[in-house]
């Protein structure tokens, strides 16, 4: 073998293990920077995507209308949004005044963003919205829309952000059950054949009794979701060796999801 | 050379953004359509061993980069793993290069397939890994058509691939080639 083939695989091998061996919050930095080093084009790709999707369509609108109309569908989003996030606040608050005899209010700040693109990775569900560090979003922020859960955000850049879907197999939420005492988590699963993937809840008593389009909430541990936020609804549910589990169909299509909000602090 | 070697370098980078907005082939079960493996692939052929490496060095830490989402703490799928992956059928690859270097379009289109046969195997080193680490294995129709899927398409996609770069290494200036052949 030649001195140089050896002299490379060496320096090769150092690097490798480098890299390896870097602290995860190096290379949660570099995934940051690069997704930010690349935010022009995911922006002008997005709205590449959007224009073709317009044509497409056969809307042809003046500039000016678009805007305007996008503005009002945003504000429009965001109410209902809102108005969504209050009424299951309040459903929770109403349980826990019955429960425990308290009151409660809170509400949630939400900031709207544009999602940008969808990866298609095969192991890994992520997308990419158009609010950074410099908007106020953070790592572990919850991202929804007004019909529910749409996932958290990983990366965080100055102008764009990464957000692991809840359909990803590696994001577990902590969720309740409506109108049951049962609790469980709920995650997705490694590979679904349709863009509307199950999501699958563990750790359910065996004896639960749960019936296809119950709906699945947040419950509130873990401090990124508040609880009250619907994630699905129950598909089926099944008695495995040490504990129930139920499939779920995900509130939010995840497949077409243009605009979502990331919920970034309490009013 | 090194012209060439920059250009397959950003060539990668391209790939790698331009997969971001392409949406999976929902006929082959949500398989992914991969231009990043038969760039490298060419790159492992047409490059001298130093050069492979650092092409796979490369490769392999946007591809985790990209696509697996960092989060903060454990990961399943730490970044750096891709480079081993991707050295594996890289090297395969590489040990092909004598017939590349032979210059000839019929063995070229045969390597481009070679190389989109191998695809799968990237895709089945990380279920693999991802399996480990998440302590659950288990084997479906969409998982086989995930892993398989992409290659599938890559036999399509490696030889268009390779017929595209020929002429551009060609006007950068880079000819590989053994003597015989030119």
Known sequence: MKSITIAAFGVFGIFVVLVLLLPQQTKHQLQSALFQWISPILRTGASVQQELGGVRGGLKRLDELERENQELKLQNEQLRATNSLLQNLESEVNRLNRALGFHEKSAFKLLSAHVLSRESATWWNFCTIDRGTKDGVATDMAVVTEDGVVGKVTTAAKDVAVVLLVSDESLRISVSIEGTPEQGIVSGTRASSTYVPDLKIRFLSKTANLKPGMKVLTAGAGGVFPSGLVVGSIKDFSVKELEGVASVTPAVDLATIQDAFVIVGQK | ?182
Do not use: K
């Open chain 2, 1 to 182: 050379m090194i012209l060439f070697f920059l250009a397959l370098l950003a060539l990668i980078f391209g790939s790698f953004v331009f997969q971001l907005f392409l949406p999976p082939v929902l006929l082959l079960h949500g398989a992914a359509i991969l231009f990043a493996p038969a760039i490298y692939f060419y790159g492992c052929l047409s490059m001298p061993f130093p050069l492979t490496l650092a092409l796979t060095f490369f490769t392999g830490t946007l591809s985790d980069l990209f696509t697996v989402p960092q989060a903060r703490s454990h990961p399943d799928f730490p970044t750096g793993i891709s480079i081993v992956i991707y050295l594996v059928p890289g090297l395969v690859m590489h040990g092909l290069r004598p017939l590349f270097l032979r210059n000839r379009w019929q063995t070229h289109c045969l390597l481009a397939e070679v190389g989109a046969v191998l695809t799968p195997f990237l895709l089945l080193a990380q279920y693999a890994m991802l399996s480990f680490e998440r302590n659950e294995f288990f084997f479906s129709e969409v998982i086989f058509w995930r892993i398989v899927g992409p290659g599938l398409i890559s036999l399509l996609i490696a030889p268009c691939v390779f017929f595209i770069l020929t002429p551009l290494s060609h006007a950068l200036g880079y000819r590989p080639g053994l003597p015989f052949a030119r």
